[in-house]
């Protein structure tokens, strides 16, 4: 009986009860009684029943667990067994070159890799027999990134490849960065890892596309708490012909009398195998330069980045300012060459200008100067003063340079100055020019110049005056006596109406007609014009005098016609000398005029204004000399033998 239930019953002596014990049936009592008519009681024995089983084995319920690579694993091993356990086993379902513990429940691993990945299993014996439960173990560990480079021809590809457990990846854009790393975009990705990089027109053909080329992916599977983004990168090595970087100047500076340099940086790759400098048509080829590996400056895709390149310097003498100038300097390939402008420009301070006259006056002195080399910049031309006892300087900047002149006002008169100039540009000032000592007039000498005006030159002007009007008023009869054209007209000079000399013969006083003349010629500097009359004999100024005959044989060769009468012209500075003429009796019977000056040291040259263009049969002897000659001239004015003509200049 169990539990007062009955199993089996016989009426025999024994009884024997067999079943299959099942695991309820554990620890169940067991009662075998008996009962007999003779006996007043019943017998009654109770066993109970103690089930040897197997044991049970559980390690997971998930019978795949995943961990990061690196982290410590442990598992338990969970059985149940209703007697002793003779032993417990370990083991990994493939070769591992670590033994595990076999006698624990629990199994742990240090920090593991992914070599620990694979199937566990947990076994368990007792006396009833074995149970064993697996469990896969899957390491996790961020993936391995790697980038391939496919050329298609119009566009190139890149492929972001990733291998990590789990395989599911997350891409992120792509980075385009220099050779130099230096960031120059970011591009986008197609969520599969993969690039497209298409021709761009300006800036393939720079092979702007060179460079490295970093993608990022990720599984969720962080190291060490880090960034789960694993990168991969690619270095491109585009090449093709030379190009130059925007960040060299196409206006570089130079100092004139020393060594200056032409530099460039440029990218090349391949490298370069020539290069050739241009001056204008002419083409230089020089050994006198530097090539060196160099990190540039760039702009790439409108960002501005360092990228490898190389630099070229090329040395100069400046020798003038003739080498401030445009230069070309033209690099080569093999797949082909560029250009490239360089202005020369000059960079320093200016030169010293030069002082070309000074002209004082009362309270006022007027600088000319001459402007020097300018250094490359516009410059400005600064005044200098201080009186002669004074150490202080002071200065005044000049108001228009282009003028060349200025000057300096509010002086002492009869004041001695010291003067310099200097000018000035935006990287400095020349020197100093020499200094020039200079006296202001004093309000006498100005009063003497009044006086002077007054008595000489003014009567000679009003007399000017008195003559044109006559002219205007059609008196030509005095005129036309005095020259030896009938209607030669009035020459007019620097603003003074100079008119032939012969009409001093209408004044008064010969001697005031000469101090007039000298007056004219030596204070104004107006050159006096005299015509030579045949008809007349007169004293030009105080020691130049001149006659011509009065008769002579006619000629028709040598007419003078009124509108183109020759001339024979004679400029005089200051010279004093005699001039005569008359008549030589050849067989032709000609006239001719003989000039003589006396000798008298000057400064200036007698010209014979004329001769060059005189006619075949005009003939004009310097050496002889003829101190006077009667004048009987007799003819009328309406005579028509033509007249010998001359004309006297006195000029500087």
Not at 85 to 98: G, I, P
Not at 364 to 369: A, D, E, I, L
Request: hydrophobic share 30%; with cysteine.
């Amino acid at each position: 009986m169990v539990h007062n239930q009955t199993l089996e019953e016989k009426t025999t002596a024994s009884l024997v009860y067999s079943f299959v014990p099942k695991q309820p049936d554990h620890l169940q009592n067991y009662t075998c009684a008996t009962k007999s008519d003779l006996a007043q009681y019943s017998m009654e024995r109770t066993v109970q029943l103690f089930i040897y089983m197997p044991p049970k084995v559980l390690i997971s319920l998930n019978k795949t667990l995943g961990i990061a690579k690196g982290e410590d694993l442990t598992l338990f091993c969970n059985y149940s067994s209703n007697h002793e356990v003779k032993y417990l086993k370990w083991d990994k379902m493939f070769q591992h070159k670590n033994p595990l513990d076999e006698r624990s429940k629990y199994l742990n691993i240090k920090s593991i890799n992914r070599q620990h990945a694979g199937k566990y299993r947990c076994t368990v014996t007792n006396l009833a027999g074995r149970a064993s439960d697996i469990v896969t173990i899957q390491v996790y560990y961020p993936p391995t990134v790697n980038v391939i480079f496919e050329d298609r021809g119009s566009y190139k590809q890149l492929n972001c490849l990733a291998n990590g457990l789990p395989d599911r990846y997350i891409f992120t854009r792509w980075e385009h960065r220099s050779d130099c790393y230096d960031l120059i975009r970011y591009l986008p990705d197609d969520g599969s890892g993969r690039l497209i990089l298409a021709n761009t027109k300006g800036e393939t053909d720079r092979h702007h596309d060179r460079g490295l080329y970093i993608c990022h992916a990720s599984n969720k599977v962080s190291l060490n708490s880090s960034n789960s983004f694993i990168r991969g990168e690619f270095s491109l090595k585009a090449q093709g012909k030379p190009y130059f970087v925007s960040s060299n100047n196409n206006t570089q500076y130079g100092i004139k009398g020393q060594d200056g340099n032409l530099t460039v940086d440029f990218v090349s790759f391949p490298e370069i195998t020539n290069f050739t400098v241009i001056d204008g048509d002419m083409k230089h080829y020089t050994d006198n330069y530097t090539l060196e590996t160099w990190r540039v400056m760039d702009k790439v895709y409108n960002k501005t980045v360092m990228v490898n390149g190389s630099r070229l310097v090329i040395s100069m003498n400046i020798r003038n300012e003739n080498d401030f100038r445009s230069y070309t300097i033209k690099l080569s390939n093999r797949f082909g060459s560029a250009n490239f402008n360089i202005s020369l420009r000059s960079a320093s301070c200016p030169e010293t200008p030069e002082i070309m006259m000074i002209m004082p006056n009362e309270n006022k002195v007027t600088v000319h100067w001459r402007e020097s080399f300018n250094g490359g910049f516009p410059q400005s031309v600064f005044i200098q003063y201080r009186r002669r006892d004074v150490q202080y300087w002071n200065e005044i900047p000049v108001s228009d340079p282009g003028m060349h002149s200025d000057y300096i006002d509010g002086l002492t008169p009869g004041t001695e100055y010291l003067i310099r100039v200097y000018s000035k540009n935006i990287k400095g000032a020349s020197n100093f020019t020499d200094m020039k000592l200079i006296r202001t007039e004093s309000a006498e000498d100005s009063d003497n110049e009044t006086l002077v005006f007054l008595v000489f030159v003014a009567p000679f002007l009003i007399a000017i005056g008195v003559l044109y009007w006559q002219y205007k008023m059609g008196n030509l009869r005095a005129l036309e006596r005095i020259s030896c054209f009938k209607r030669q007209q009035f020459i007019y000079q620097v603003g003074v109406g100079a008119v032939e000399n012969n009409v001093y013969e209408m004044q008064n006083n010969a001697d005031q007609q000469a101090v007039a003349q000298n007056a004219v010629a030596q204070n104004l500097d107006v050159p006096v014009y005299s015509s030579i009359d045949r008809r007349a004999n007169l004293t030009i100024g105080q020691t130049v005098s001149y006659s011509t005959t009065p008769k002579r044989k006619r000629n028709y060769l040598e007419k003078c016609q009124e509108n183109t009468g020759n001339d024979i012209v004679a400029s005089v500075g200051e010279a004093s000398g005699t001039v005569s003429s008359a008549t030589k009796k050849g067989p032709d019977r000609l006239s001719y005029i003989e000039v003589s000056f006396e000798p008298k040291p000057n400064e200036y040259k007698f010209h014979i204004h004329g001769s060059e263009n005189r006619t075949n049969y005009v003939d004009i002897d310097f050496s002889k000399n003829i101190s006077s000659y009667v004048d009987s001239h007799t003819e009328s004015d309406d005579d028509s033998t033509p007249q010998a003509c001359a004309m006297l200049k006195y000029e500087e």
